[in-house]
């Protein structure tokens, strides 16, 4: 059963930094492109980055680019996400999905909360 | 800001047939990039209902289906029922913006 769980969620003050991470289990983790989607309070979900099964690829989204920096630990099945440069417009949870095929997530993590405040 | 634009709510009674629209543009639904449905109940993470415009994965009933034409996609629910009640999102790819979602529906069982 393909498993993925968030974890480093926290609050954090603006101009901060925090690493979320997400481990994967039950599939072959270097076989799959993975993403980090996000959805702040009462909102819609926002793709935030992209990276490929061996780590060559990084996409972001332009609200993103230059502050967050996602990697990839095949060996331990870990995805993460660096955070820098933090705004209170980056509060969300953060979900950690699998991309299947050229464009869909077929799997999600149930998702961890970053909140941004002084 | 999303790309694809859909109604902010539906609803209908139990048993009725619901449509959710999704308009895009050239560069995303009118390029040929497929589209995709996701169901989240309230307080749940996002679950894959429709992949590749009409793609159902294993587990998904086959009340849901949808469909894409040029620069629009929908996703229809036959026979409602109250588990239906939920937000659901479309996505696709934008030649300019990678991966983009929809701005969600909130679907309503009266």
């Known amino acids: 059963e393909v498993e993925l769980l968030e974890s480093g969620g926290d609050l954090v003050q603006p101009g901060g930094s925090l690493r979320v991470s997400c481990a994967a289990s039950?599939?072959?983790?270097?076989?799959?492109?993975m993403t980090w989607v996000r959805q702040a309070p009462g909102e819609g979900l926002e793709w935030v980055s992209v990276i490929s099964s061996n780590a060559i690829r990084t996409d972001y989204a332009d609200s993103v680019k230059g502050r967050f920096t996602i990697s990839r630990d095949n060996h331990k099945n870990t995805l993460y996400l660096q955070m820098n440069s933090l705004r209170a417009e980056d509060t969300a949870v953060y979900y950690c999905?699998?991309?299947?095929?050229?464009?869909?997530?077929?799997?999600w993590g149930q998702g961890t909360l970053v909140t941004v405040s002084s | 800001q999303s790309v694809l634009t859909q109604p902010p709510s539906v609803s209908g009674a139990p048993g009725q047939r619901v449509t959710i629209s999704c308009t895009g543009s050239n560069s995303n639904l009118g390029s040929n990039y497929d589209v995709h449905w996701y169901q989240q109940l309230p307080g749940t993470a996002p679950r894959l209902l429709i992949y590749?415009?009409?793609y159902r994965p294993s587990g998904v009933p086959d009340r849901f289906s949808g469909s894409k034409t040029g620069t629009s996609a929908s996703l229809a629910i036959t026979g409602l029922q109250s588990e239906d009640e939920a937000d659901y999102y479309c996505?696709?790819?934008?030649?300019?913006?990678?991966?983009?979602f929809g701005t969600g529906t909130k679907v309503t069982v009266l």
């Open positions: 999905a699998r991309r299947a095929g050229a464009t869909h997530i077929d799997y």
């Open positions: 039950g599939f072959t983790f270097n076989t799959y492109a």
């Open positions: 996505q696709s790819y934008d030649s300019s913006l990678n991966y983009v």
């Open positions: 590749n415009n009409h």
